[in-house]
């Protein structure tokens, strides 16, 4: 059992890649000494756990930094759109970027299998009870894909707004999805993911006229909790404003002879 979040990340995590022979398995292990029995031992494992991914997640950023890989680590409750908003910008920036993508799931390739479609290189990891991902399953999931230099490295993260906001993956940029089912309180009531976060995009835009959700209300309670946040509004189902969402990813790329 997971100390920090209280998920069971001790499991088996398995990574599958699409098209490939998949019977490798990985035990992954968050740390030792795992006591519920009073709060100081749990303050230290928390510690320890956070302190083992931070290491991890440096390394992590070396990586990148050495291959100027952009790496973004895409975070949301589940259902608001990541994997669609991947299957987008994959098929509508081909040809103009380099792109490999990391799914998280607890279950399934239904995401990978979805990506893959795309034509882009993925591998799924599969975190069991674990309800986040950490450096070390990217750390692994990196040795396996051997994304190319200058490249854009999208990880998606298992849909969660609590525990994946404490988990540094060496990420470059962290991108908070939000669609306007969720509720425009949703900042307010997950601080860290949005604290945490350099762009918010706010999902279903089409979907407005049918639910109570108040766009300024929302927009003025993520900048309330981090007032750096850039916004972008977007409808997967439509188009409208990917644009937007394609220039700033485009912005954030690093030409090879500036690297
Ligand atoms: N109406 C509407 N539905 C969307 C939009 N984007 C995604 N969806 C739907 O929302 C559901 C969840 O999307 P998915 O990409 O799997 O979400 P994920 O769990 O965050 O990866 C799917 O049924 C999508 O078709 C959008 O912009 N508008
Ligand atoms: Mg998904």
Known sequence: MCATCGCDANGTVTMHVPGQDNNQEHTHSHGEGHSHTHAKTIVDVEQDILQQNNLLAERNKGYFDAKNILALNLVSSPGSGKTTLLEKTLTDLKGELEFCVIEGDQQTTNDADRIHATGTKVTQINTGKGCHLDAHMVLHALQGMKPKNNSVLFIENVGNLVCPAM?????????????????????????????????????????????????????????KINRNLTIIEVSCTTGEGLPAWYNWLKSKVLAPELA
């Open 167 to 223: 988990f540094d993956l060496g990420e470059k940029e962290r991108v908070v999805i939000i669609s306007v089912t969720e509720g425009d309180d949703k900042p307010l009531k997950y601080p860290d993911m949005f604290y945490t976060s350099t762009l918010c995009i706010i999902n279903k835009t089409d979907l407005l006229p049918y639910v109570p959700f108040n766009i300024e209300k929302v927009k003025e309670n993520a900048l």
